[in-house]
């Protein structure tokens, strides 16, 4: 059995994106459970699932190949999805990215001696970036009519000789002062979606496939930076103990062989664990380990 495509149904086509993005997803679906294998020149990764076929395109591209049902569903930016217009479904946030797990945003920028100081001053301008329609958009929102052009690349080095302004994507803002340009203003923030197109929605092996992939990616998200405790507690220690663990916590309490002696299982913020252990040994924990935790499925 096969969909419009040709290809067979019982086969989720996942786009994966390409460039920046590119280490940070593989390392995501690991810790998901998926071992993602990019080929030197392949833009076709395997994947350990038989009933998922990657494709490595830019993210840019994403939402039009996904729209099309050329893809079943892909990673790809919020931002994306409104440049390309796409009639996608997103089905969830992945807040993760190259530098940070800040969103990125698209800011307006000019020279740092340039008199732009707000939309107003953009009537007639021209402005080069990548994101045209949202730009435009933006522009239209604010009543300015302004030359706005595609960039293909290297936006910060075209003020002012190429340009009067830039909208460019930043995280941190650095790329943009160190080619001593300002922002003006933010257009908008993006983060990273799982997105999927409507037909593929209505094929019962694609949508539960999808389903269960984005369940354990968001596990392997939240479990970033968490690690479990779990430690060994005299019952006489126990209130004591767990008046040092953080108060949110709800941690798991077992009987041992030994009556007197309970184990104690919590997750919590890796940072946290320097400044616990000491404590709780002194209220009466032994036995305390450390380990890691690629997932948390609520």
């Known amino acids: 059995m096969t969909d419009p495509t040709g290809e067979p149904s019982r086969v989720l086509k996942l786009g994966l994106p390409a460039g920046s993005l590119q280490v940070a997803t593989a390392e995501l679906f690991r810790k998901a459970g998926y071992k993602v294998s990019f080929g030197e020149r392949s833009y076709y990764p395997a994947i350990d699932d038989p009933e998922i076929q990657c494709t490595l395109l830019r993210a840019q591209e994403m939402p039009r190949y996904v729209q099309d049902g050329l893809l079943d569903c892909g990673l790809t930016g919020h931002d994306w999805v409104l440049e390309n217009e796409a009639r996608v479904v997103e089905?969830?946030?992945?807040?993760?990215?190259k530098v940070s797990r800040r969103p990125v945003r698209w800011v307006l920028a000019v020279p740092e001696d340039s008199p732009i100081r707000g939309p107003k001053d953009l009537e007639g301008k021209r402005i080069a970036t990548e994101v045209v329609s949202i730009t435009r958009r933006w522009l239209d929102s604010h009543g300015v009519k302004a030359n706005v052009e595609f960039s293909w690349g290297a936006t910060e080095?075209?003020?002012p000789r190429l340009a009067d302004a830039i909208v460019e994507v930043t995280?941190?803002?650095?790329?943009?002062?160190?080619?001593?340009?300002?922002i003006v203003e933010e257009l908008m923030q993006s983060t990273p979606r799982f997105i999927a197109n409507p037909a593929a929605l209505d094929n019962p092996f694609k949508k539960r496939k999808m389903e269960d992939l984005v369940m354990m990616l968001k596990g392997a998200m939240a479990a970033e930076g968490k690690v479990g405790l779990m430690m060994n507690v005299p019952r006489a220690r126990l209130e004591a103990v767990l008046r040092v663990l953080p108060a949110l916590q709800t941690p798991t309490i077992s009987s041992l062989s030994d009556?007197?002696?309970?184990?104690?299982?919590?997750i919590l913020a890796e940072n946290q664990v320097r400044d616990l252990v000491p404590p709780l040994r002194q209220a009466g924990a032994r036995?305390?380990?450390?380990?890691p935790i690629n997932k948390i499925i609520e």
């Open 91 to 97: 089905l969830t946030e992945l807040v993760f990215s």
């Open 171 to 182: 995280e941190t803002g650095s790329s943009l002062r160190a080619n001593n340009l300002r």
């Open 259 to 266: 009556p007197d002696w309970v184990d104690v299982n919590t």
């Open 287 to 291: 036995g305390i380990v450390e380990y």
């Open 157 to 159: 080095v075209k003020p």
